[in-house]
């Protein structure tokens, strides 16, 4: 089971943290992704991270920069660091769970019911 939290409301150029909290007996096994859902629109790769140490990252070209992804394995949390947001990143974030780092929603088995994240400018 995946929880996310730490959505809310910003305005642009503000910070947000998500937090993903995950049931997983063995959650260090697996690589975490982070994607999003603006109304009207398909869901989209936003950030990955892979396995263990977390020591590879990868991101959307539309957050690169701005977002950071990083992981607590002690407390089986993965972490979405927002800096300088846009109205464009108003979405329902969620967190997903899988066996190696991907941008695709198929390489993924465990999804959380998401977040609302809203950014006025």
């Known amino acids: 089971q995946l929880v996310e939290s730490g959505g809310g409301l910003a305005q642009a150029g503000d910070s947000l943290r998500l937090s993903c909290a995950a049931s997983?007996?063995?959650?260090?096994?697996?690589?975490m992704g982070w994607f999003r859902q603006a109304p009207g629109k398909e869901r989209e790769f936003v950030a990955a991270i892979s396995s263990k140490s977390g020591g590879s990252t990868f991101y959307a070209d539309s957050v690169k920069g701005r977002f950071t992804i990083a992981r607590d394995n002690a407390k089986k949390t993965v972490y979405l660091e927002m800096n300088n947001l846009k109205p464009e990143d108003t979405a329902v974030y969620y967190c997903?769970?899988?066996?190696?780092?991907?941008?695709?929603?198929?390489?993924?088995?465990?999804w959380g019911q998401g977040t609302q994240v809203t950014v006025s400018s």
């Open positions: 997903a769970s899988g066996s190696l780092p991907s941008s695709e929603r198929r390489r993924y088995d465990y």
């Open positions: 997983i007996r063995i959650f260090p096994a697996y690589a």
